[in-house]
């Protein structure tokens, strides 16, 4: 067993063999926090898209794409976060983990200047009830994330990037949602689109 938020026995073991444990035990204590900081804040909160990963209950793991306009990602709480979850194809990967195996890690890469990337472990819940529901243009339930271990990750291998436009797909207040071309050929199996907040194109 170990006490450490951020290692278990098999990262022990391979920072042994490779004598990395004083560097890994340094790194938790000077940069691994529970607690959002005003810089986390900043990086999530005008992020336009992360990862997640969660996985099921015999530990096949899932690594999901998340976008959106900036501000949908909103630091809620001192160390919870939360997300839209929009309408997709129906299958439910990620939240369907979340629902038997609620451990999750999120990775936030920042476009700026200097890059940046933070990783966040934590345990998720998501609700078709939340009060966040009625102010979120597209979500079909919202994913809250109580953060275990918030911790940035060396950016070297971060390329420069740029975002060139914001896809046409993503929910924004004021406008229709767009589906894409590749259910057209689903259309007898397609799901509903559940009833969404659409806001006002005048809201901040």
Same mark, same amino acid.
């Given at each position: 067993?170990?006490?450490?938020?951020?290692?278990h026995e098999g990262?022990?073991?391979?920072?042994?063999?490779?004598?990395?444990r004083p560097m890994?035990?340094?790194?938790?204590?000077?940069?691994?926090?529970?607690?959002?900081?005003?810089?986390?804040?900043e990086l999530i909160e005008n992020a336009i898209y992360f990862f997640?990963?969660?996985a099921d209950t015999e530990g096949h793991p899932d690594c999901s794409y998340k976008?959106?306009?900036?501000?949908?990602?909103?630091?809620?709480?001192?160390?919870?976060?939360?997300?839209?979850?929009?309408d997709g194809n129906g299958m439910f990967k990620s939240i369907g983990n979340m629902l038997v195996n609620p451990n999750v890690g999120l990775l936030f890469i920042g476009l700026h200047e200097k890059p940046l990337r933070l990783r966040i472990n934590g345990v998720a819940s998501f609700s078709r009830e939340?009060?966040?529901?009625?102010?979120?243009?597209?979500a079909q339930l919202? $994913?809250?994330?109580?953060?275990?271990?918030?911790?940035p990750n060396c950016p070297?291998? $971060?390329?420069?990037?740029?975002?060139?436009?914001?896809?046409?797909?993503?929910?924004?207040p004021g406008s229709e949602p767009l589906e894409p071309k590749w259910k057209d050929q689903f259309k007898d199996v397609r799901h509903p689109r559940q009833p969404t907040f659409k806001g006002d194109a005048n809201e901040g």
């Open positions: 067993m170990t006490d450490s938020i951020m290692y990262n022990r073991r391979m920072q042994d063999v490779f004598g990395s890994a035990d340094r790194l938790e204590d000077k940069q691994t926090r529970t607690a959002f900081n005003d810089a986390d804040r997640i990963a969660t976008g959106g306009a900036p501000g949908f990602v909103r630091v809620v709480g001192p160390d919870e976060l939360a997300f839209p979850d929009y939340d009060s966040l529901m009625s102010s979120t243009v597209g919202i $994913v809250r994330v109580k953060a275990r271990a918030i911790f070297r291998n $971060v390329h420069k990037m740029q975002l060139i436009k914001l896809s046409k797909y993503v929910p924004l």
